[in-house]
């Protein structure tokens, strides 16, 4: 199968990277090269604040799915989810940029919640795209697939690890941030959860971001630090942030991005949709490998990469 590649100038770095083989130069750090129809027709829920649906980066395929915190709006007022999304899906910021957006909110404007909200966030991305993937089988639609991004965490809790390998076991692909404290990402949540994508973060110099957990339960690396993206307060609203939170989107868009691009079941080529295994298996041996510096022995050295050098 043959696509058109496209070539997005004056990108933010973390897009130049993952499109790049090796380290960025001063002719690639802001050249994205990707496939133009990457993202069509997958979901991506975001689980996080919220999302400025309004966005004018989003162009309309961002929409409000439900807000958890009781008595909360159906706004992000904090700007965290915006960010996430825009590098999921942004026509400017986003890996995948043809691919639909959801917003879960599951925290409150101060960027807290409770795990039973992020628990039952988990459980309604999960119930929204068996709900998806039953409509288009009844539409006679092609279901491509859907994504999950988590850009939070906490301490270890087996009951939100299990609610995201269980989400997993269902067909939603799920990308989670490492955790921003320097340790080992195994004692936190849901960056446990064995099933899910576990995504640390990565500098623009190629160097493991000084914040960003590491361990054997991160399973790949993404750009974190100084993400530019979409922000809140009005639609053209830019913001540029760190952590594993900006790194964990760059995998939720690249999950979108491939399975878009996978056969669908009208080609001779099709055979399945892939599985959350089998695609983070692809995620993992398509990884750009031992670029990084600053990454303890047990961890993997493996850089996100869409695959379009």
Not at 6 to 20: D, F, M, T, V
Not at 80 to 103: P, Q
Not at 176 to 203: K, L, M, W
């Amino acid at each position: 199968m043959v696509y058109a590649t496209e070539l997005q100038k004056n990108a933010p770095w973390g897009l130049a990277r993952i499109s790049h083989r090796s380290r960025l130069t001063f002719g690639t750090f802001n050249k994205y090269l990707f496939n133009e129809n990457g993202g069509d027709g997958v979901t991506v829920y975001i689980i996080d604040t919220g999302v400025n649906i309004k966005h004018e980066d989003f162009g309309g395929r961002a929409v409000w799915g439900i807000t958890v915190p009781q008595g909360d709006e159906d706004i992000d007022g904090n700007g965290h989810g915006t960010h996430v999304a825009g590098t999921v899906a942004g026509k400017s910021f986003g890996v995948s940029k043809k691919s639909k957006i959801v917003a879960i909110k599951v925290l409150r404007s101060n960027g807290s919640g409770t795990m039973s909200d992020v628990i039952k966030g988990v459980e309604y991305a999960a119930q929204f795209h068996l709900e998806e993937k039953e409509k288009a089988r009844k539409d006679g639609r092609v279901f491509k697939g859907s994504g999950a991004n988590m850009s939070l965490g906490g301490g270890r809790s087996r009951t939100l690890d299990d609610a995201v390998n269980g989400a997993v076991n269902v067909g939603l692909n799920f990308a989670v941030a490492a955790g921003n404290d320097n340790r080992d990402a195994c004692d936190y949540s849901p960056a446990a959860a064995e099933n899910a994508i576990t995504v640390g973060a990565s500098t623009i110099e190629d160097e493991r971001a000084w914040f960003s957990n590491y361990g054997k339960c991160v399973d790949v690396f993404g750009p974190g630090k100084d993400i530019r993206s979409a922000w809140i307060g009005s639609p053209k609203a830019t913001n540029t942030i760190s952590g594993t939170s900006m790194a964990s989107p760059h995998v939720a868009g690249l999950i979108a991005y491939l399975l878009s691009l996978e056969p669908d079941s009208s080609s001779e080529f099709y055979s399945t949709l892939l599985t959350p295994k089998e695609l983070k298996n692809k995620i993992l041996k398509l990884a750009t490998k031992d670029k990084l510096t600053k990454i303890p022995s047990d961890t993997k050295n493996l850089l996100i990469y869409n695959n379009y050098d």
